[in-house]
C-alpha cells in the first residue's frame, strides 16, 4: 500500500482520481484495507497543486458508494444463503436474526454513520442488504456518510501537507477502537441470542 501511495503522485490527475476511486471501492468489498491513507494523501496532493479537492473528494465518495452498494446487493441477493447454509458456522442463527430485526429499526441511522465505522463497513452494508432497507434511500445516506468523512481526510491532508502521515496513527487507534466496539456489541447479542431460548425454556 506505501509503494501504491507514493506512486500517486507520480500520475496524471485523471488516473489519481481513478486510483482513489478503486481504492475506496474495494475497500468495502475485501476488507480491512488502507483507503481511508490513500484518501490523505490525496489531500496532501491537493495541497502540492497537483490534483484539485473537488476531484479528490468527489471520486473518493464515489468509490465508496459504489463499494457500499456492491456489499449492499451481496447481502440482499446472497446474505440469507450464505448464513442459513451455515457457510459461517460462527454467527448463531439467532443472532443474525436480532441483528436484522435490529437493523430494521435502526438500519438507516447506520449507513448515516457507517463511514465512520472503520473496519466494520462492509459488515454493515451486507447486513443492511440482508435487511432490505430502500436502495435509493440507502445509497443517498450512504453517499452523505462518505461525504463527510472524506472531506475530513481530504481535509487533514491538505492541512497536513508534507506531514500527511501523522495522520495514521490516530486513523488506526480510531479504527481499532471503533472495531473493538462492534466486536464486544455483536458479541453481546450472540450470548442474548443464546440465552434467551434457555429462559424461555424455564
Known amino acids: 500500500m506505501e509503494s501504491f501511495i507514493a506512486s500517486l503522485q507520480t500520475l496524471d490527475p485523471a488516473l ?4 482513489l476511486f478503486a481504492v475506496a471501492l474495494i475497500e468495502n468489498l475485501f476488507p480491512p484495507s488502507p483507503s481511508d491513507m490513500a484518501i490523505v494523501f490525496g489531500g496532501a496532493l491537493v495541497g502540492l497543486g497537483h490534483v484539485s479537492f473537488a476531484g479528490v473528494l468527489l471520486s473518493s465518495t464515489a468509490g465508496s458508494t459504489v463499494g457500499f452498494l456492491a456489499m449492499y446487493m ?15 458456522r460462527f454467527i448463531p442463527l439467532d443472532a443474525v436474526r436480532k441483528v436484522e430485526e435490529w437493523f ?27 435487511s432490505e432497507l430502500n436502495p435509493a434511500k440507502t445509497v443517498a445516506l450512504s453517499a452523505l456518510s462518505a461525504l463527510v468523512w472524506n472531506t475530513l ?40 441470542a443464546f440465552m434467551k431460548p434457555k429462559r424461555n425454556a424455564k
Open 74 to 88: 451481496i447481502g440482499k441477493w446472497f446474505g440469507r444463503h450464505i448464513l442459513e447454509q451455515r457457510k459461517l
Open 16 to 19: 489519481v482520481y481513478l486510483s
Open 104 to 130: 430494521r429499526k435502526y438500519g438507516y441511522w447506520v449507513v448515516v454513520g457507517n463511514r465512520f465505522l472503520t473496519g466494520t463497513r462492509a459488515v454493515v452494508s451486507f447486513f443492511v442488504g440482508m
Open 153 to 192: 481526510l481530504v481535509s487533514a491532508g491538505y492541512g497536513l501537507g508534507n506531514n500527511w502521515e501523522r495522520i495514521g496513527f490516530y486513523i488506526s487507534a480510531y479504527s481499532q477502537v471503533v472495531t473493538g466496539i462492534v466486536i464486544v456489541a455483536v458479541i453481546a447479542l450472540a450470548i442474548r
